[in-house]
Structures are given as C-alpha cells and as structure tokens.
C-alpha cells in the first residue's frame, strides 16, 4: 500500500464513524476500528511521521454514569475524525500537489516557518508569543502538536479547505481549555467541550467575549460532527474558517 491508497483507506474509515457513534461505549468495534487504522499508517508513513502521531494518542472513556461515559466516547470519535480529516486535507492540498519522484512531504511543502510569519501579519501574534500564552503546558509532544494543528488549520482555512480548517481549530481550541483546567486542578462539568467551556465560565477564567467565541467554534465543529452537513445553507465559508483561527489567539490571550 502506498501513501496514495492509505489516504484512500482513511477516507473510507472515516465513513464508518457514523455508524460508530451510533454504538455503545463499551463496543468492541471501536478499538478493532483504531487498531486497524494505526497499524496502516504505521506501516505507510512510519511511527515518527505527523500522520501517525495524531492518531497514536490513547483517549481513555471515563466517568461514572453511564451518560457521561457515552458522552466521553462521542468526545473521542470526534477526536479521532478531527486527526483523520486533518491527515486527508493535508494530503489532498498539498502533498499530492507537490509531490515530486523523490517524494516531497506534505508538511515541508507547507514551509511552517512562512506560515507562521503569514500568522503573525494576520493576527498579530508571534510564533513565540502564542508559545508564552501557553506555558502552562509542560509536555513538549502536546506543545508541538498544538503549534503544528494551529498551522494546518491556518493553511488549511486559507487555502478553502474550511470544513476541515474549522474542526481542527475546534480542536486547538478544545485541548487549551482542558489542558488549562488540568494545570489550574479544576474538574470540569463534563468532559466535552461545553463542558470545559461551561467550567471555564464558571471559574472566571474567561471573558464574556472570548466566551462567546467559545461557543462559536464549538457550534461549528458541532455542525460539521460526524461529516453530517444538512443543507448547503450549512456549508461553512472560508471567512468563518479564518475566524475560528483567529479563535485561538483570542482565547489564548486569557490564560
């Protein structure tokens, strides 16, 4: 299998997650589903690649209740579709695009040092400045995760691609707010995104504005849940896509 059909393959497992979401938490299809899919993109990209390592992190179901385990779970899938979607829009802008005989990769076609400069003209905000806002995050792996999925939903977003764009900022977003509560050693509501967003709230730790945001993205990311769009009335545009990126840096500024 090359990297060509493993993209394939991703596309056609993400079309399962529907039906995925429809099963209980305690489902054995699900960890067969990921299982299956790491050994692939192992196998294709190797363990060190960006493609494997959004996908190689283990999201544990937790709670008590059984509404709150089943609520972990959908938290999970979307988790695991935002990496997915990420992986075949990296692809499919960019590196089959620029693709040469020796193989170019996706990401050095991206020149993530001009990206951040294009970030900083936008936004305002520096590369080194964003990283500052989010000192409370010690562990390097989700440090450079998070830089590296602010930049593709960067590139992303500005290329068109604003489907995917939004759900990763969603995602950015989601982790700042849970990995804020986990260094302040506050429980949140629940553990989902408005649960974080709800918590954040209720401890001050965000304005009303900033929480408005919040909320924003998450009903975007909502809207594009399980690659469900209703209508074309639904289709997101690029200029909310810039403005879920834009998102991030407005949230981050009050941590």
């Not at 990297?3 to 497992?13: G, N, P, Q």
């Not at 590139?155 to 509560?181: D, N, Q, T």
């Amino acid at each position: 299998m090359d990297k060509r059909e493993a993209i394939r393959y991703l596309e056609e497992k993400r079309r399962e997650i529907p039906a995925l979401a429809k099963l209980s938490y305690n489902n054995r299809r699900y960890h067969l589903w990921i299982q299956t899919i790491r050994g692939v993109i192992e196998k294709v990209f190797g363990k060190d690649s960006y493609e494997y390592q959004r996908l190689a992190e283990v999201y544990q179901i937790s709670g008590s209740r059984e509404e709150v385990r089943q609520n972990s779970y959908m938290n999970n899938l979307i988790r695991r579709e935002t990496a997915i979607v990420s992986i075949i829009q990296t692809w499919e802008a960019t590196g089959f695009k620029t693709e040469t005989e020796e193989g170019s990769e996706p990401l050095a076609a991206f020149d993530l040092k001009a990206n951040w400069k294009d970030i900083s003209k936008q936004f305002d905000i520096t590369k080194t400045g964003f990283g500052k806002r989010m000192s409370f995050i010690a562990d390097p792996f989700r440090r450079t995760i998070i830089f590296r999925d602010v930049e593709q939903a960067f590139v992303l977003a500005s290329l068109g691609f604003s489907k995917p764009a939004v759900i990763l900022a969603g995602s950015v977003i989601e982790e700042l707010l849970r990995l804020y509560l986990e260094y302040k050693e506050i429980p949140p509501l629940s553990k989902t995104f408005d649960g974080y967003i709800k918590t954040c709230e209720e401890k001050g730790y965000l304005k009303d504005s900033v929480s408005r945001l919040s909320h924003a993205v998450r009903q975007f990311r909502n809207l594009v849940h399980l690659s469900e769009e209703e209508t074309k009335k639904h289709t997101i545009s690029k200029a909310t896509a810039i403005g879920a990126v834009s998102s991030i840096f407005t949230i981050a500024s009050d941590f």
